[in-house]
């Protein structure tokens, strides 16, 4: 194992103290493990906290900030953050229009979520949860009762967010956050496996001329494994897993090519060209869209392909402004 | 091998594809391999062209927009481009203010920036070269004669590119860019080689317990190899390299800690963590950052440190609204 660390234990507590150090933007408290934006609630606003196992960045606490989330808590690598940290980020960013919490379709994710909000509850804080369930490739899976939450929830963020910043009440936050999970899919696909810092060998094995179609965001198998092929291969795959869910045919989308960490960008560039001519010829027009690392898995080479059937609202409140590290664009 | 790719002659020609697809603020002509912005030239405003060998992205093609880069022209993956590739881009943004190109010290890209200049000059465009030649790893390396240009470009891009946004005249656009070229620094460090598409196998045999220290952005050699260390002395390594080279006591920094491509951004933060309380122990002071992959090396692991001793004039500059696919802050 080479990584850029200095102790496996450390790792998200040093990850944290760069945050802070980095993005003044935030207020991180390293010893909670708590990430929010540096002026604290907004007096009025629906207070949105998401969080899970570290190693997905950016994803969460990089999309902390103006027009996306109050709150990140980060677990351990691949591991559940605990309630007393969803707790402490949701009194931190309760404004006095409740919280909304964003929780990814993990077992430990949803149950600690749960707890934190029946704390909440008993202090009075109105809090909401959502469970993101896009990923399409398994029902079940190694963390999971149902499907998993993968890249919707980075739209979720965005587009809850900027409903909350319009001042909208809680239900119609949470409305709006189910809606954008309701109308998205994704589909993921490993080229290589990833290693946690503190197991320090590859999460599975992934012979040089195989890939996992459907893996998870931790590694977790997927539908199947199958030989190393042209991108293209790999694009159509992963669409057509995406379309025979949810038919695309004639829907304007928001796509995000999502690199799982150890992918270069003009891989991803290559992948949604092939994408982008598969969605085309399935009768669908790509509206909005995103190519990068959004949601990763450590040092994991391969993909994920997220869409979000838009409406012009769900579009209009993708366009609205955002001031994250991860995640800009103008005021 | 394993990439996303189709095939490894197809790379470039299918990522611009993909750019053109994914960015509509972008026009790409994908037959000439030039991307600019989509609006055209603007009148009376410099433009500013850059390019270089492809594999770096989101360098250059992720620079071109408000407030950066009118123009970039992608080579083939670590191969420079050609005059006429540059000349194009040139009288495609040429305002009748002149041209700016914006060149890393590699011989190839610095002998057809000068073609293609002359080529321009010919037709009545003033351009006006400016070298980046920030790493101070070492004197001369197998690509270039005296010191590779890597991180400082991304500076430069910005910086110049928010000079010429304000109007400035070419000969003082350009003084801005060799401002910040001469007070940035820069050191990389690779923990694995990064695999051409054309040729399929690592550049460079690393073994698994050492790394490179002092890497180019095509990997090549470094000053010394060494084995593999905790983060900590690696930033240590880095940051007395720059020091060393251009003393930092008292300096308020722009600091870009940059995966080179297959680095989990968990990591970076750990580095930039280590990458401040260094830099902090030195008396210098982290007054801007940047955190993530900006110039990398195709599936390279590793990073690169980049210092700029900045000004009030070039934190203004550095301040100033930003609007590309990969830097993107309010206006």
């Known amino acids: 194992m080479k990584k850029l660390i200095n102790a496996p234990d450390d790792v ?37 906290v998401s969080g899970g196992g ?38 931190k960013v309760d404004g006095g229009a409740g ?10 994710d949803v149950l600690n979520f749960q707890m934190a909000a029946e704390l909440a509850g008993d202090e009075g804080i109105e809090v909401v949860p959502v469970v993101i369930n896009d990923d399409v490739a398994v029902q079940d899976s190694l963390y999971t ?14 587009i809850a967010g900027a409903a909350a910043e319009q001042q909208l009440d809680l239900k119609s936050v949470a409305d709006v956050a189910r809606e954008v999970n309701e109308r998205s899919r ?14 320090g060998t590859p999460g599975f094995d992934l012979p040089n001329d195989e890939i996992e179609l459907g893996v998870g965001i931790h590694g977790e ?23 025979d869910d ?16 150890a992918t270069p960008l003009v891989e991803l560039y290559v992948a949604f060209n092939d994408v982008a001519r598969i969605l085309s010829a399935k009768g669908a027009t790509i ?28 579009t209009r409140l993708w366009d609205a402004p955002v001031e994250t590290p991860a995640l800009r664009w103008g005021r």
Chains 1, 2 share one sequence.
């Not at 009762?145 to 965005?158: D, H, L, M, S």
């Open 186 to 199: 994704s589909f993921g696909v490993a080229l290589t496996a990833c290693t946690t810092p503190a197991v």
């Open 246 to 261: 949810m038919s695309l045919s004639g829907s304007e989308l928001l796509v995000m090519v999502n690199g799982m960490g």
């Open 145 to 158: 009762a149902g499907r998993r939450g993968t890249g919707a929830t980075v739209f979720v963020e965005k």
């Open 54 to 91: 570290s190693g997905h960045e950016p994803l969460h606490g990089g999309f902390v900030g103006f027009g996306m989330l109050d709150a990140a808590c980060p677990g351990e690598v691949f591991t559940s953050p605990v309630p007393d940290q969803m707790l402490i980020a949701t009194q």
């Open 287 to 314: 509206a909005r869209s995103l190519v990068g690392n959004y949601i990763t898995s450590l040092d994991m080479a391969g993909l994920s392909v997220t869409v979000l059937r838009l409406t012009p609202d769900l």
């Open 12 to 48: 998200v507590v040093e990850a944290l103290g760069g945050i802070k150090a980095a993005h003044p933007s935030l207020d991180v408290d390293v010893e909670a493990k708590v990430i929010t934006r540096a002026g604290g609630a907004t007096a009025g606003k629906v207070g949105l």
């Open 99 to 108: 919280v909304l919490h964003i929780v990814k379709n993990y077992t430990g």
């Open 221 to 243: 198998p997927g539908r199947e494994r199958g030989p190393m092929r042209p991108v293209a291969e790999i694009a159509e795959v992963t669409v057509d897993a995406i379309d």
